[in-house]
């Protein structure tokens, strides 16, 4: 059984840039969550997509958007790259229907300069 | 607004000794699960152990137990027999309400050091 895995693991951009992070889930699993975890803080919810579809989305611009493909595999987009963007972002997958444990990747660390 | 709060930055345990880690949430809603991880500092978040809400009965796994108090909204983090391989950030955290998959709610999070 394979894990969630994510790519890249650290990705230096300049502001204004765009970015997309990548995120591989579980075998099994159809429904994948994003989280941004800046330095010294616990994760906080961008958004869930589960059958292609975002399903549920914390209080982050658009600006930041995603994507899920058949597979279940997942894309995190951010345009117009801040500062404060600068952080861990990690992918955790599940499958839906119960409150099942969330299975988190190692995460693809940002930096914007 | 949902919120889930560690009062404990950081923390400091002797090996083999015992320690409690310290979290209480704000929620409205009456079924719930609530959920302590571990992060340590390759990153990748652990699940720990996962408490009904509807349970009376603590969780308990191996070495690690939870003190569910429903009323007080408080669910703290027992580790026995601490190991040195136990030192990480640990995160309480519950599902936002309605959300069946759990776009979880983190706390700020308690780093733990183990000292042998």
């Known amino acids: 059984e394979t894990g969630v895995t994510q790519s890249p693991t650290h990705l230096i951009k300049t502001r204004g840039q765009q970015v997309t992070l990548r995120c591989s889930s579980q075998s099994g699993h159809n429904t994948v969550s994003w989280y941004q975890q800046a330095l010294g803080q616990g994760p906080q919810f961008i958004f869930q997509?589960?059958?292609?579809?975002?399903?549920g989305r914390g209080n982050f611009p658009p600006r930041f958007s995603g994507l899920q493909f058949p597979n279940y595999s997942s894309e995190l987009n951010v345009n117009a790259l801040e500062l404060d963007d600068s952080a861990l972002y990690l992918c955790?997958?599940?499958?839906?229907?119960?409150?099942?444990?969330?299975?988190f990747g190692p995460g693809t660390r940002l930096t914007v300069l | 607004a949902q919120t889930v709060t560690q009062s404990q930055p950081e923390m400091s345990v002797q090996e083999a000794e015992t320690v409690t880690l310290s979290c209480t949430y704000d929620t409205s809603e009456s079924d719930y699960y609530l959920f302590w991880y571990k992060q340590p500092p390759s990153r990748q978040m652990i699940l720990v152990i996962r408490q009904e809400a509807y349970k009376q009965q603590n969780a308990t796994e191996n070495r690690f137990s939870v003190n569910f108090q429903k009323a007080a909204k408080s669910f703290s983090l027992k580790i026995s027999d601490s190991q040195l391989g136990d030192a990480a950030m640990y995160f309480c955290a519950y599902p936002t309400p309605g959300g069946s998959q759990g776009n979880l709610i983190f706390g700020k999070g308690t780093k733990l050091s183990v000292k042998p």
């Open positions: 955790a997958s599940s499958f839906r229907g119960s409150y099942n444990e969330q299975f």
């Open positions: 997509y589960y059958r292609e579809e975002e399903n």
